[in-house]
């Protein structure tokens, strides 16, 4: 029995502590999933109570046996200390009746398959079946539960996905992406997972962001980025469009740095743009590139900044003309 089902009987005997009682309750609202186990967790341990009363002393003895071997390893006998404990019947049943709710339980679980949705070269759309629209950039990778209309639930392994979800205040919209879990009821928003880092940016609605406990509430224009190897949540404001590039096909750049409208290149186009001299790093743009190709882009921003590009060795070098 884990430390998690071991919580869980604590708290139906009302005996946790407050700060015992905030993780339960924050573990069940955190997954539809976790909601379902609970509820048949309680289900389970609700059909114990209705078991005739073993005495006491067995009931005590039998309790810390079968945790002592749980723990303990085989060729140990341990010594068992009796609890004294007014509920120790309710325990001993616990034992028999949770175990054997736990293969009901894990076979409820491992049947929510999932279905897998992958973006090769192309930018795809996809509907999901309770109506969210997904636009997938290029390269992307997601699987949905294969029972989505009860279960909302998306595991995003790599890439970048625009969500428009359908709102449902009954059945919250979870993504799950490594450590961060990303909770909707209905709004709009970006998330990008590339080397291990994620990235949300919201354009519409509220989206909550977690890490184990913590977690921040993002708003419209506002954005996280979490660092791989970090548990920091950091909400900033978002200050650019070059986001939904692949949603939009363009690229609108109001007063934005040269620096990041090449790194958004870099991506979109999958090429190796350098800027050589750090002194135009920051010289910026105001205009809107709708479809152009790479070659006229460049272009257009050597010919506004009076900057000029040098081909070399796969990379396209940005340098200043003095």
């Not at 009987?9 to 502590?17: D, G, Q, V, W």
């Not at 509920?87 to 491992?110: D, E, N, P, V």
Request: aromatic share 10%.
């Amino acid at each position: 029995m884990g430390d998690r089902d071991e919580l869980l009987i604590k708290y139906l005997l009302t005996e946790t502590s407050t700060e015992e009682n905030s993780e339960v309750l924050h573990w069940i609202a955190e997954d539809p999933a976790n909601k379902v186990y609970y509820n048949h967790f309680k289900q389970i341990w609700e059909t114990s109570k209705k078991l005739e009363p073993v005495r006491q002393i067995d009931a005590d003895q039998a309790w810390n046996k079968f945790k002592t071997r749980v723990s303990a390893p085989v060729e140990q006998e341990a010594r068992v200390v009796p609890l004294r404990y007014k509920y120790g019947w309710l325990k001993i049943a616990a034992i028999f009746l949770i175990a054997a709710g736990i293969w009901s339980t894990y076979r409820f679980f491992s049947a929510t398959d999932y279905i897998s949705v992958g973006a090769g070269k192309e930018v795809i759309v996809k509907t999901l079946p309770d109506g969210s629209v997904l636009t997938l950039n290029k390269n992307s990778l997601m699987s949905f539960a294969s029972n989505f209309t009860d279960h909302r639930a998306i595991r995003l392994q790599k890439g970048e996905i625009f969500f428009k979800v359908t709102p449902n205040k009954e059945k919250p919209f979870i993504i799950d992406i490594d450590k961060v879990k990303i909770r909707v009821v209905g709004t709009s928003f970006d998330v990008k997972h590339t080397n291990e880092d994620t990235e949300v940016i919201v354009e519409t609605g509220i989206v909550k962001v977690s890490i184990g406990s913590d977690f921040v509430e993002l708003h419209k224009g506002e954005k996280v980025f979490i660092k791989n190897g970090t548990a920091e949540l950091k909400k900033e404001t978002n200050t650019d469009l070059l986001y939904n590039y692949y949603r939009s096909k363009a690229f609108t750049l109001n007063n934005t740095s040269l620096s990041r409208f090449i790194e958004a290149l870099n991506e979109a186009y999958q090429v190796n743009i350098v800027i050589e001299d750090p002194r135009i790093k920051n010289l910026t743009l105001t205009t809107t590139f709708t479809e152009d190709s790479l070659d006229h882009i460049l272009q257009t921003i050597c010919q506004t900044l009076d900057i000029k590009q040098v081909h070399s060795e796969g990379k396209i070098l940005l340098v200043n003309k003095l």
